[in-house]
C-alpha cells in the first residue's frame, strides 16, 4: 500500500537519497570507515499498518530514537531497528561486546547520536526543500514493544515509512524511519511534494 502519487513518491526519493548520502558520510567520520546507507522503500499509508508491519517482521521488540516534529509537521520521526539489530549496531560502533538484551548509558549514548545523525539528515532533507520547519526538540531512546508506537495516534493518523540498509565491513543492519504524521501534517507534505518537482518525473 502506498498513497503518494509518481510525482509525490520520485520527489521523496530525490530528496531522502540526499539526506542518505549526508548521514552516510556523518556515521562513516564516526566509524572512521566507509559506511553505505541506502534507501530500499518508501510509502505513505496507515499509521496502524506501517505499525502492525514492525511488529511482523521485528517480533516487536525494538529499540529506536524518537524526536518530535513539532510545528506545521504534527507527529514523530523514529528510527526503529530489531532488538538484536540495534545491539549489534552499537557494538559495532563502539568495538566491544554487549551484554545480552540490555544497554548502558555509554551504549544508549551511542544508539541516540546514530538516529540522531540519520534523522536529522533525512529530516533537514525535507525541510531545505520543502519550506517545512525543522525539529528543535531533543530525541529520546525509544525501547520496548513497536505495537506501542500506535497506541498515542488516531485512526485517521498516516506513517512515512523508510527502510535503510546501513552496511558496514562484513556487517548488515537493517532499520526503518517512521514519520509518524496527524492528518493536517500529511496534507501539507503531499502539497508540497506536488511544488517540488525533480527532473524528468511525470505526475
Request: glycine fraction near 8%; charged fraction near 20%.
Amino acid at each position: 500500500m502506498n498513497d503518494l502519487s509518481a510525482l509525490q513518491h520520485a520527489a521523496l526519493l530525490e530528496l531522502l537519497n540526499g539526506g542518505c548520502r549526508d548521514a552516510k558520510t556523518a556515521l562513516s567520520a564516526m566509524r572512521r570507515e566507509p559506511i553505505e546507507l541506502s534507501l530500499s522503500d518508501v510509502r505513505l499509508q496507515p499509521r496502524a499498518a506501517a505499525v502492525a508491519a514492525l511488529v511482523r517482521r521485528d517480533a516487536g521488540l525494538v529499540y529506536g530514537v524518537m524526536q518530535e516534529l513539532g510545528g506545521e509537521l504534527g507527529g514523530n520521526a523514529v528510527f526503529v531497528l530489531p532488538r538484536d539489530q540495534g545491539l549489534g549496531l552499537v557494538q559495532l560502533l563502539l568495538g566491544r561486546r554487549l551484554q545480552p538484551n540490555t544497554l548502558s548509558a555509554l551504549e544508549q549514548e551511542a544508539l541516540l547520536e546514530v538516529g540522531n545523525v540519520i534523522l536529522g539528515a533525512l529530516l533537514a532533507a525535507l525541510s531545505d526543500k520543502l519550506d517545512l520547519p525543522s525539529p528543535s526538540a531533543l530525541p529520546t531512546l525509544y525501547q520496548g514493544n513497536a505495537a506501542n508506537l500506535q497506541e498515542s495516534g488516531d485512526s485517521d493518523d498516516e506513517a512515512l515509512s523508510l527502510h535503510l540498509s546501513c552496511n558496514l565491513k562484513f556487517h548488515r543492519v537493517e532499520s526503518d524511519v517512521l514519520l509518524l504524521l496527524d492528518a493536517p501534517s500529511c496534507l501539507r507534505l503531499r502539497q508540497q511534494l506536488e511544488r517540488f518537482a525533480p527532473p524528468g518525473a511525470a505526475s
